[in-house]
Nanobody
């Protein structure tokens, strides 16, 4: 299972660091992604990191502000969020999947999900 944490309230321009702790499966065999869902909107892709950490990808809306990483020894994935904007307000979910050829930006390609952590950015 996946356990997401680290959400909270931040001011615009501030920072938060989300964590996704994994148990019950071999974390270093799985890719990790972060998605977010704002009220009334569909879940959207935020960031992706492959099993080794050698490849990362970001949504255009967060590129240059967010950094995804992983600590395989700690079975934990991270999302460092800097220069936060009010439009970053959403519930953030971590997800994991084994290596696959399907598009990593599609939520339906992930079988394992965390419970979500709320990020609220005030203006």
């Amino acid at each position: 299972q996946l356990q997401a944490s680290g959400g909270g309230l931040a001011e615009a321009g501030g920072s938060l660091r989300l964590s996704c702790t994994v148990s019950g499966f071999p974390f270093d065999d799985f890719a990790v992604a972060w998605f977010r869902q704002a009220p009334g909107k569909e879940r959207e892709f935020v960031a992706y990191i492959n099993w080794s950490g050698s490849n990362t990808y970001y949504a255009d809306s967060v590129k240059g502000r967010f950094t995804i990483s992983r600590g395989n020894a700690k079975n934990t994935g991270y999302l460092q969020m800097n220069s936060l904007k009010p439009e970053d307000t959403a519930v953030y979910y971590c997800a994991a999947r084994p290596p696959a050829n399907s598009d990593f930006r599609w939520p339906r390609t992930y079988d394992l999900w965390g419970q979500g952590t709320l990020v609220t950015v005030s203006s």
